[in-house]
């Protein structure tokens, strides 16, 4: 995913640049609202502050959304009600007030994502996915089946194999998957995710289906009906 960062400070930019990059999300960067337009050609998400030095951030949101249907996150210290009425009038997808976690960040980027309907090599994955020879996950129905056969998931343990299953065998790291299932971030938080990838393991009954990528997350292995 390749998101463009509009931000005028450079510490700013350098921070945010790497908390993303450790979300293996790609960062282009402009300091000024006149350079927004010609980067957006490949953008996925634009995240965009308010304060810049040559024109305000709402009329640079407003020009965004006259250009195309890119989503925009306003990234911002102006945080009274008015002030992020003013932005999603203006064609905000998102209104994040700053200081923030860097995990709901990420959390809200992959949310506004799917809202719009991602086109081109990040496209929003078919309702239905199989994973391996017998595994159907079936985004519509809320329903997983292991070789025809139907297994009770909760809501949380769900979400967290779609989400393994939209990475399409690549590592989803344990802050991703904590802030976009449970939107926050707490102390017991890598704890409850364990105990959830665990109960995932034993109801698919492919415990190496769920794969531990130590010290960063969980991938997913497709595994045959025969356990291999």
Known sequence: MRVLVVEDDDRVAAALHAALARHEI??????HG????????????????LGLPDIDGLEVCRRIREAGDVPVIVVSARGRVDERIAGLHHGADDYLVKPYDVGELVARIHAVRRRRGATG?????????TVGDDVVLDRARHVVTVDGAAVALSRKEFAVLAL???ADGAVCTRDRLVAEVWGR???????TLDVHVATLRTKLGRPGMVATVRGVGYRLVPTRHDGA
Do not use: K, N
């Open 26 to 31: 790609q960062v282009d960067r402009v300091s």
């Open 34 to 49: 006149l350079a927004v337009l010609p980067r957006l050609a490949g953008a996925d998400v634009v995240l965009l502050d």
């Open 164 to 166: 393994l299953a939209d």
């Open 121 to 129: 090599p990040h496209a929003v994955p078919d309702p239905v996915t």
């Open 185 to 191: 971030r707490w102390p017991g938080a890598d704890r």
